[in-house]
């Protein structure tokens, strides 16, 4: 279970912010509900969200800095994403200060490049990342849906710096990143970070979670993030109260060794 994240103290699953705002585009629909579902999360101990320049084009991170309005900023840890098009020196610079900007803060505590781009320089992309780290922008650095070609360019690219995070898809119905990903990114100490950990919403489909469930007498959510957190820092999203409740009542129980191994197949 990952407690820490670059020496600071994190909650075992975060927030994620996809979908909150919009998608591709600008959505203030809901943003009310979702201002206060962020809260909420906040007020009840998840202190990692996570967000993105791409999330409602924006809106997402204008959301969070309403949602923490009065909270201690150090006690909080914001990730957010750069867009592939984006990797060159200025256009990093200009999509992390934006970002900053919406989100009404000084820095972040880890930025992210959102997906590999095979004909940006990865050299010059992590170059910036840590110009940033010395200027105070971010304070850590990472990747996102990386496999481990790109992953071991990332590395291989950094002088000053190490790569922190890798984001990817994993879930119970999405486990293949066990077999390559998770272990190279333990091996040279990058944290797991899981989106879409709950699978599209379709969790229902697996007989082996249904019957931890009852076992447990607990909801499949938390079943599945519980396994997820073994290896992972998962981020499920929700602007649904009694969905948070659940999501939030998955870190204070574990599986036992023997439960873990059945779902995973071993």
Known sequence: MITRLCDKKVSP???GTWGIGGWIFSDNKNDKQQITAIRFAVENGINIIDTAELYGRG??????????????RESLFI???VWPTHLSNRGIRKAVNASLARLGMKYLDMYLIHWPNPVASIKGAIGTMEELVDDGVIRSFGVSNF????????IDATKKYEITANQIEYSLLKKDAEEETIPFCQKNKIAVIAHTPLGHGRLAESKELEEMSKKYKKPKVQVALNYL????LPIPRS???EHLKEIIGSTDWSLEDSDYKKLRGL
């Not at 809106?59 to 201690?72: F, N, P, Q, W």
């Not at 496999?147 to 990332?154: L, N, R, S």
């Not at 957190?229 to 992972?232: K, T, V």
């Open 13 to 15: 699953i975060g927030i």
């Open 59 to 72: 809106h997402a991170e204008e959301l969070i800095r309403e949602s923490i309005k009065g909270v201690d």
């Open 79 to 81: 990730i957010s994403k």
């Open 147 to 154: 496999g481990v070609t790109d992953m071991q360019k990332a």
């Open 229 to 232: 957190m073994r290896s992972s």
């Open 239 to 241: 602007s649904n109260i």
